[in-house]
T-cell receptor
């Protein structure tokens, strides 16, 4: 069983829609939860990170962690064509040395 | 300020050949990482370093070696390439060990 599971998509939505991206995980010891965005043929870039449970908002993006369900989400409000990319979730134990990534969800926002 | 750079960008090897991938960062980061990214598998950690002169194994270290002789450089070596090592390789660096900055990737094909 993979440590982190993520639906690969693709997910296709119209411009302006609210997008929900999700990951589940199996290791209850994960403490830090991250979302990366990866454009085609580029390296990933960090969007947001959260520690333990709860919500965190940054502009149009909201990250949510539910440790009791081992489930994390990224919500994108008012989605734009420029949001079209692959979104990767990642998790880390307390010592940060190793990060565990989901396989990524490909998002396409249609104008 | 170039960030994280990787050399080369593309490479084709024959089975059994060797090569070295170079990662360089100009942000004075302590932590550096090598990942491979395969379809449906996400990013998997090969080796990492928490400082100059240190290296440690990640999730998939077999068939690879690394060296961190200088703080700004992290080298990934393949001593005897195999077709299973066909992948996109990403290097990353980090100051706080939470926010990783990724390079543009190296596309390696082993025939």
């Amino acid at each position: 069983q993979k440590e982190v599971e993520q639906d690969p998509g693709p997910l296709s939505v119209p411009e302006g829609a609210i997008v929900s991206l999700n990951c589940t995980y199996s290791n209850s010891a994960f403490q830090y939860f991250m979302w990366y965005r990866q454009y085609s043929r580029k390296g990933p870039e960090l969007l947001m990170y959260t520690y333990s449970s709860g919500n965190k908002e940054d502009g149009r993006f909201t990250a949510q962690v539910d440790k009791s369900s081992k489930y994390i989400s990224l919500f994108i409000r008012d989605s734009q064509p420029s949001d079209s990319a692959t979104y990767l979730c990642a998790m880390s134990l307390y010592n940060f040395n190793k990060f565990y990534f989901g396989s990524g969800t490909k998002l396409n926002v249609k104008p | 300020n170039a960030g994280v750079t990787q050399t080369p960008k593309f490479r084709v090897l024959k089975t059994g050949q060797s090569m070295t991938l170079l990662c360089a960062q100009d942000m004075n980061h302590e932590y550096m990482y090598w990942y491979r990214q395969d379809p449906g598998m996400g990013l998997r950690l090969i080796h990492y370093s928490v400082g100059e002169g240190t290296t440690a194994k990640g999730e998939v270290p077999d068939g690879y070696n690394v060296s961190r002789l200088k703080k700004q450089n992290f080298l990934l070596g393949l001593e005897s390439a195999a077709p299973s090592q066909t992948s996109v390789y990403f290097c990353a660096s980090s100051y706080s060990n939470l926010e990783q900055y990724f390079g543009p990737g190296t596309r390696l094909t082993v025939t």
